[in-house]
Structure formats: structure tokens, C-alpha cells
């Protein structure tokens, strides 16, 4: 088989997957490269499935915001799987006048972002969700925000690009990418040798290894995210949950079981590489959040845990770019967390940015050069 | 690790009588729906897994996982496959339980 197409995707995860089923949608013939024998085994089959609006940087926010109203609400439809999105809004809990103080900052923030996004009480709140303990004195509310099931929304896309005559090669690392007349061109595998007219880097916390190799390098660090799975119940509430000291996140899946998500505070005390281990203190700290907010559940069994690393870029927005420095090169990493939201309109930006359309929406605010030196 | 192109050719997804078969008993997925994703491009038993769900139940595939292994690979073509990750807990374990490890502050 020829290794010529016209673009070459480095990554297959939701990022990667997402942008090749928008390129291929095109007529473009796409080649995506994954280094893991299996598609999206990084971030995107192991985070918490927030599709939030609420709490965003205010950089973010139009595009999670594009996302949500024109993208996510079809997307079942679009990739022909069902991706169990729920736009049954976002509760962030608090207990005290200083968590209510941090929720009242988040919510003028988005607001004045043009999210619908307000504080409502205790009493409104139980009226949403009619399990809350009663030790919660209010909660920010945004009733758009959501959740969706992300290893069926990576595979979809997958999928669905494939249908379409994309190319994935599973199992290929990518060692380099060399220029030839100026301009990045050939993409080197432990084992092949790939040629596109554009290359997009969608490789996650392992991007620089790559960008290294034609001189770029963005200020990114892995940072150890971890999760829970409970066994499933019968459907009791569809928001998507917080805090105002993010002592835990989640909500419960289409299947039933209850997904949660929490930190511990040693997230970047990390070392990256293999399978992300899951570490014995970050589960029974989460489950202390849960039962302390959602007493109802301590009786719920925990099936699974597990962990992810993200991509912590300097300044917590991705780099959704295509270089000065290199021609024929796009850049889409550095999503810290909070990638798998964004990722139907960061993707659509990547493959507009890959055929050199101007993208639907502003991304100066995510260029590659925006990192400047102190002095 | 070798490289696997997903556009290998595997054949056409051909109906069998034992498809009805439930193979995960926790999370009820049958035979012929694994061998459906497989028809699908999930060329191995993680990405099966996520998909349908199989071995991700109550049990964590300990009945199973071998079956879908098996079914995974015969579907495939190939010898053998690597096995999908196991997590901690080893049994299904209370939130207050889990909860009351000494930890936090
Ligand atoms: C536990 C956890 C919870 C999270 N919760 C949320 C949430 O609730 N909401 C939200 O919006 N986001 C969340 N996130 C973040 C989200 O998962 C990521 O931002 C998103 O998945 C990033 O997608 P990606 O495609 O950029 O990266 P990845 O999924 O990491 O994909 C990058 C791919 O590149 C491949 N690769 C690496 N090096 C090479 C190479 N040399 N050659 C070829 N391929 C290579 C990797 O194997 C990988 O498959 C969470 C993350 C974690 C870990």
C-alpha cells in the first residue's frame, strides 16, 4: 500500500480520531499513525467524560461553548453510535461561605463569557437533584453543560473515519518528521517512512518527542489523573457533579454505574510512560468526597479503578496551531485535562487549519508562539 | 509490538448459529456482537472491551476474558492476543469501605 496521502495524523486519540473523520468527511485521504497497539488507550478511553462549559479558561469557553450547541447534540447521530451524551447540566456543590465564594468567581467568570451559568441555593439545588446531603449550602448551575461516555466517542469517531477510507495503523511510532524543501513532509515510524503534504501532531503528553525533531518544543508536563467506576444501579440523576474543591467529579453512565474522578494533589509527581498506574491513596480519597456530598451512595460497590496522564500545558489551554517556524506542520496538544469536551470542535478547527481554510472560530489564543520568556 | 494497519483486510462479517451466545455474563454481550466490533476495526480485546463493554462488569472479565480472548483472535486471524489490563479492587468493594483507609487529612 502507498504511504503518500494528503494529511498524516500523529496520535489516535480523540483529538486524532476526531480530526481525521473530519478530514476524511472532506474527500482528503488521511493516514493517522498510533504508537499504542491499541486506538485510544491515552487520555481519551480514560477520563471522566465532562463535557463542561462551566469552570472553563476563558479562552476555552467559545470553543467548548460552539462545541455544545452545534456539535455534541448531533453527534450520535453524525457518527452512527450511540456516545451517551447527556445535556442534563453541571452542579458544582459547596458546604461553606468560602466555597461559595470560589463558585460565585467561576460563575461571573463564565458568565460574563456569555455562558448561562448562575448560583442557585441548597433548596434549588435538591430540587435538581433530589440526592444531595443536606450539609450543601448552594451550587453554581449551568444547565447545558453535560457528560458523555468517552471510550465510545473516541472508538466512534474512529470508526466512522474508517468507514470513510482513513487509513490507522496501529502499533507505528513516530520517531520523526523530516522536511524536505522547506517543508515538514515525511513522517518516520520505528519501521516506515509516511509522506503527506501536512502532518498534524495530535500526540498527547508525547508530542514534544516528536515536535522536537523539527525544533519545536511546548511547555507541557504529564500529570497523573485517576478514576472509579461503581457497579450499576437503577438511573437516579443524569447531571454532571463537582465541587468548589474539586474533591471529586462524575456522574452516573446510560449503563448505570456511577463514574467518578478526583485528585490528590500530587497529579504532576509523575513519571511517564507504560500503563498509568492507579495509586492506592487516590480512590478511597475520592470516595470520601462522594459519601461526604452524596451520602446515598456509600453503599455502592467500586468495580474499577484506573488512571490517565494528561497533557499540563504551561498556562492550561492547548496549542491549536500551525506553526510559523514550520511549514506543513499543525499542532493540536497540550488540552491539560480537559481535551475530551473541546474535542469535536478542537478537531474541526484542526482539520480547517489542515486544508488551510480559515478556522469557524478565533484561535490566537492557542498559537505556539504565545510562550514568552520572562526578561 | 508490531504495526497493524486497520485496513487489513479480515473478511466479510459472516453470521454464525452460536452468535446469540452471551459470552459476559455481567454486562450480557454475545458472541456475535464481539465478532461484529471486530468487523468493525476493533482489531484487539482492548478496544472490543470498550466498546461493547464485555469483561467490565461485576466479574472484571475473570469468567470471561479468556472466551473474548479467543473469539477476538479466531475473528482476527492471528495466534494469540494480549490480555486486557486488570484494576484494582479485586473484588467489588463498598465506597465506605474503600473510603475508610486511614488516608486525607
Ligand atoms: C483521568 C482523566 C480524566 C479526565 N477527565 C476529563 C473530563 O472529564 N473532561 C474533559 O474534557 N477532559 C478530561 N480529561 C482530559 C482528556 O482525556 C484529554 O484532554 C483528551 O483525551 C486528550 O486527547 P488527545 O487525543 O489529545 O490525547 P490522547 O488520548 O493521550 O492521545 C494521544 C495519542 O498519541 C499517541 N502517541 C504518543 N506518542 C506517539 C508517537 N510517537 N507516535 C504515534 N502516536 C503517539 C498515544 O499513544 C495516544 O494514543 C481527563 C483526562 C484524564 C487522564
Known amino acids: ?375 | 509490538m508490531s504495526a497493524v494497519d486497520r485496513t487489513r483486510d479480515i473478511g466479510e462479517y459472516v453470521p454464525a448459529q452460536d452468535d446469540d451466545m452471551i459470552v459476559c455474563r455481567c454486562e450480557e454481550i454475545t458472541k456475535g456482537e464481539i465478532r461484529r466490533a471486530v468487523h468493525d476495526g476493533m482489531y484487539n480485546v482492548h478496544e472490543v472491551r470498550r466498546l461493547l463493554r464485555c469483561g467490565m462488569g461485576l466479574c472484571q472479565g475473570q469468567t470471561c476474558a479468556r472466551l473474548v480472548k479467543s473469539i477476538v483472535a479466531r475473528e482476527l486471524g492471528v495466534r494469540s492476543l494480549e490480555d486486557a489490563t486488570a484494576r484494582a479492587p479485586m473484588r467489588p468493594i463498598e465506597m465506605s469501605v474503600f473510603a475508610n483507609d486511614g488516608g486525607g487529612e
Open chain 1, 1 to 375: 500500500m502507498s504511504n503518500v496521502s494528503d494529511v498524516i495524523i500523529v496520535g489516535a486519540g480523540v483529538i486524532g480520531n476526531a480530526t481525521a473523520y473530519y478530514l476524511a468527511k472532506r474527500g482528503l485521504r488521511v493516514t493517522v499513525l498510533e504508537k499504542s497497539e491499541y486506538i485510544g488507550n491515552g487520555g481519551s478511553s480514560r477520563n471522566g467524560g465532562g463535557v463542561r462549559q462551566s469552570g472553563r479558561h476563558p479562552a476555552e469557553l467559545p470553543l467548548v461553548m460552539y462545541g455544545v450547541k452545534n456539535l455534541w447534540v448531533n453527534l450520535s447521530d453524525e457518527l452512527g453510535m450511540d456516545v451517551e451524551y447527556y445535556q442534563e447540566g453541571n452542579l458544582r456543590l459547596g458546604k461553606t461561605p468560602d466555597h461559595i465564594k470560589t463558585l460565585e468567581n467561576l460563575t461571573n467568570s463564565a458568565a460574563s463569557g456569555g455562558l448561562d451559568v448562575r448560583m442557585i441555593d441548597y433548596k434549588e439545588a435538591q430540587s435538581i437533584c433530589p440526592y444531595l446531603s443536606d450539609e450543601v449550602i448552594g451550587a453554581s448551575w449551568c444547565p447545558t453543560d453535560g457528560h458523555a461516555n468517552p471510550m465510545l466517542t473516541t472508538l466512534a469517531y474512529y470508526r466512522a473515519a474508517r468507514r470513510l477510507g482513513a487509513r490507522f495503523v496501529s502499533g507505528a511510532e513516530v520517531v520523526e518528521i523530516r522536511k524536505l524543501g522547506g517543508r515538514a513532509r515525511l513522517v518516520v515510524t520505528t519501521d516506515e517512512v509516511y509522506e503527506a503534504d501536512t502532518i498534524v501532531v495530535a500526540a498527547g503528553v508525547a508530542s514534544n518527542k516528536i515536535l522536537e525533531t523539527v525544533g519545536l518544543r511546548v511547555p507541557m508536563n504529564p500529570a497523573l489523573l485517576e478514576c472509579l467506576v461503581t457497579e450499576d444501579c437503577p438511573p437516579m440523576f443524569y447531571q454532571m457533579l463537582g465541587t468548589a474543591m474539586a474533591d471529586f467529579y462524575g456522574h452516573q453512565s446510560k449503563h448505570g454505574s456511577f463514574v467518578f474522578g478526583g485528585t490528590t494533589g500530587y497529579e504532576p509527581y509523575t513519571t511517564y510512560g507504560g500503563t498509568p498506574p492507579a495509586t492506592s491513596g487516590s480512590a478511597p480519597g475520592t470516595c470520601r468526597g462522594i459519601i461526604k456530598y452524596f451520602p446515598v451512595l456509600r453503599d455502592l460497590k467500586i468495580v474499577r479503578t484506573w488512571a490517565g496522564w494528561m497533557d499540563d500545558c504551561a498556562d492550561h489551554i492547548p496549542v491549536i496551531d500551525t506553526p510559523d517556524e514550520v511549514a506543513g506542520l499543525v499542532i493540536g496538544c497540550g488540552f491539560s485535562g480537559h481535551g475530551f469536551g473541546i474535542s469535536p470542535t478542537a478537531a474541526t478547527i484542526l482539520a480547517q487549519l489542515a486544508v488551510g481554510e480559515t478556522p469557524v472560530l478565533d484561535v490566537s489564543r492557542f498559537k505556539y508562539d504565545r510562550f514568552k520568556v520572562r526578561t
